[in-house]
């Protein structure tokens, strides 16, 4: 199971479009699991998908959290 931390939402809000956190938490957790891995270092990962960087803790291998997001410049 994957968490998205509030700061995750906000950014997604903030840079991509405005919607209920619910539908926000779905299309991340979607997004990710489609998503292209660029590397991981000190149990951190950047994975990108359509543009988007998503920056994953992955301390806990059973519960990943999305910390962040932003767009691929």
């Given at each position: 199971?994957?968490?998205?931390?509030?700061?995750?939402?906000?950014?997604?809000?903030?840079?991509?479009?405005?919607?209920?956190?619910?539908?926000?938490?779905?299309?991340?957790?979607?997004d990710?699991?489609?998503?292209?891995?660029?590397?991981r270092?000190?149990?951190?990962?950047?994975?990108?998908?359509?543009?988007?960087?998503?920056?994953?803790?992955?301390?806990?291998?059973?519960?990943?959290?999305?910390v962040?997001?932003?767009?691929?410049?």
């Open positions: 199971m994957m968490t998205i931390s509030k700061h995750a939402i906000e950014r997604f809000k903030e840079r991509i479009t405005w919607e209920e956190n619910h539908s926000v938490e779905k299309f991340i957790k979607l990710v699991s489609n998503s292209e891995l660029l590397y270092k000190d149990e951190m990962e950047r994975r990108t998908i359509n543009g988007i960087v998503y920056i994953i803790d992955c301390r806990n291998a059973n519960q990943p959290v999305v962040t997001l932003f767009l691929d410049s």
